[in-house]
Nanobody, 121 residues
């Protein structure tokens, strides 16, 4: 049971990145998926979440209108399209899977290893 996040990197402010999170070892098509991030010296925080059938999405206020979460259940993959990136978006981004679509971290049972996103000013 693994979640593999990828797509992070270094980008200038105003740029875009797309993160991917692929599940292997077990189908997660019926699981809600979330993205969280941890900036240096801060707690892990919610970014976005999507229900198993993509009918429901949640976003943190800080990313609303700039980030879009989506999923492809046929590929067992969830995406986070990040546009208009800001230096304060710099963090390690983690994908997670759980049975409930929620911004609350403790409801997610499965976690990926994280991918670094660095936004330069």
């Amino acid at each position: 049971v693994q979640l593999q996040a990828s797509g992070g990197g270094l980008v200038q402010a105003g740029g875009s990145l797309r993160l991917s999170c692929a599940a292997s070892g077990r189908t997660f098509s019926t699981y809600a998926k979330g993205w969280f991030r941890r900036a240096p010296g801060k707690e892990r925080e919610f970014v976005a979440a999507i229900s198993w059938n993509a009918s429901t999405t949640y976003y943190a206020d800080s990313v609303k209108g700039r980030f879009t979460i989506s999923r492809d259940n046929a590929k067992n993959t969830v995406y986070l399209q990040m546009n208009s990136l800001k230096p304060e978006d710099t963090a390690v981004y983690y994908c997670a899977g759980g049975t409930k679509v929620t911004p609350v971290l403790r409801y997610y049972d499965y976690w990926g290893q994280g991918t670094q996103v660095t936004v330069s000013s």
